[in-house]
Structures are given as structure tokens and as C-alpha cells.
T-cell receptor, first 115, second 113 residues
Framework: DAGITQSPRHKVTETGTPVTLRCHQT?????MYWYRQDPGHGLRLIHY???????DKGEVSDGYSVSRSKTEDFLLTLESATSSQTSVYFC??????????????FGAGTRLSVL | GQQLNQSPQSMFIQEGEDVSMNCTSS?????WLWYKQDPGEGPVLLIA?????ELTSNGRLTAQFGITRKDSFLNISASIPSDVGIYFC?????????????FGKGTLLTVNP
């Protein structure tokens, strides 16, 4: 258990509404990632962070923004949710050092439905 | 970008059978990871591989890092019902690209008791 908590675990929202998902970690890991998981696509990287206030885009970043004001928290925001953003969202972290050995630890996920 | 081809996409087996799945890459990796995802949960690391040719076991699971550094396989021996889930391979270049992983699309394993 890498001490990663995602909230909420489930959310149903309407098209056009803003949504924020939260990832909280207790491991003091430098790197944090947001993925979405969809049938037939596996895990796709949305955004990642390599430190407080340092973030960058992943392969499917359109329609998403992130913020990291503290080491332990990484927020994913859908500014105006669309039905195509219905998915399961996972947060992951890694220490970001040779000792961390590239292993990412995952949260339990947030299931988001956009109606 | 980098791509991982994971096969098979799904497997239906009887309890007690052995299972084999593999991943191939268009690029060289120096780290291969295998994860398992139970229904409703996040992926959990099973085995990590760091050297070409490395063979590592974790109970009934065995994984190998291919000599070409472009492939890896995972074997499960004597499958049991709790082996059900999705198995993902992931590769990366240590220390590069902000420690990002490239994931395969997963192998869905169903075990019939």
C-alpha cells in the first residue's frame, strides 16, 4: 500500500459541469500521474507532475487541467465535462530516484460518469 | 511514440492450467514491470525486471526480460480462481522522461473453477 487516496471514488455528473478529482499521497513521492482507463485502450497518461507547481501534459490531455500546490496533493479538473470523459481515472506516484526503480504505485481509482 | 503490443487480449482457462502472456515494444526499454488489476481496484505491481535476460519469480508467477530489451513475458503456473483479473505490462527508460511508463493494453484472464 503506497498510501494513495483518491476521492471521490464514484461520481455522476452532467455534461458541461466542472469536475475535480483529488489524489492524496502520504509517501512524499516527487512524481504524480493521472491516467484514464477505457476498454480497449488500457491506461493512458493525462498529465503528470514532477514537483510542486511543476506539471506537464501526457498523451490525452485535451479537456483536462491539473494543479499541484503541495507535494501530497494532485488535482485533476475537467473544466466542462463531456460524455467522452466518462472513464475510470487512476492516480499514481513514484519516488523519482534510482532507488524508486521506476515503479509506480496506483490509487484505487475514481469512476466518473458524464451524462 | 513508444508502443507496447500485449497479447493475448483475453484468455479463458481452467483452474490448474498454466498461462503465458507477452509484450513486445517498438523501442528498447531498460525496465519492464508487470501489474495485476483486480475488478474495481488499481493496478498492483507483481514483478519488476531491470536487466536483459533476467528471469524473476514471485510465487507461481515468473517473468523474463527479453534479450533484445524489446520484449517480456509473464507465466502463471497452476492457475487458481483468484488469478482472475487484468494483467498489464509496462516499460520505461530509467530516469528518462520523468519516469513515465508505457503500458500495454492488458490481458484479461478468466479462470474457470
Amino acid at each position: 500500500d503506497a498510501g494513495i487516496t483518491q476521492s471521490p471514488r464514484h461520481k455522476v455528473t452532467e455534461t458541461g459541469t466542472p469536475v475535480t478529482l483529488r489524489c492524496h499521497q502520504t509517501e512524499n513521492h516527487r512524481y504524480m500521474y493521472w491516467y484514464r482507463q477505457d476498454p480497449g485502450h488500457g491506461l493512458r497518461l493525462i498529465h503528470y507532475s514532477y514537483g510542486v507547481k511543476d506539471t506537464d501534459k501526457g498523451e490525452v490531455s485535451d479537456g483536462y487541467s491539473v494543479s499541484r500546490s503541495k507535494t501530497e496533493d494532485f488535482l485533476l479538473t475537467l473544466e466542462s465535462a463531456t460524455s467522452s470523459q466518462t472513464s475510470v481515472y487512476f492516480c499514481a506516484t513514484t519516488g523519482g530516484s534510482p532507488l524508486a526503480k521506476n515503479i509506480q504505485y496506483f490509487g484505487a481509482g475514481t469512476r466518473l460518469s458524464v451524462l | 511514440g513508444q508502443q507496447l503490443n500485449q497479447s493475448p487480449q483475453s484468455m479463458f482457462i481452467q483452474e490448474g492450467e498454466d498461462v503465458s502472456m507477452n509484450c513486445t515494444s517498438s523501442s528498447i526499454f531498460n525496465t519492464w514491470l508487470w501489474y495485476k488489476q483486480d475488478p474495481g481496484e488499481g493496478p498492483v505491481l507483481l514483478i519488476a525486471l531491470y536487466k536483459a535476460g533476467e528471469l524473476t519469480s514471485n510465487g507461481r508467477l515468473t517473468a523474463q526480460f527479453g534479450i533484445t530489451r524489446k520484449d517480456s513475458f509473464l507465466n502463471i503456473s497452476a492457475s487458481i480462481p483468484s488469478d482472475v483479473g487484468i494483467y498489464f505490462c509496462a516499460g520505461s527508460i530509467s530516469g528518462g522522461s520523468n519516469y513515465k511508463l508505457t503500458f500495454g493494453k492488458g490481458t484479461l484472464l478468466t479462470v474457470n473453477p
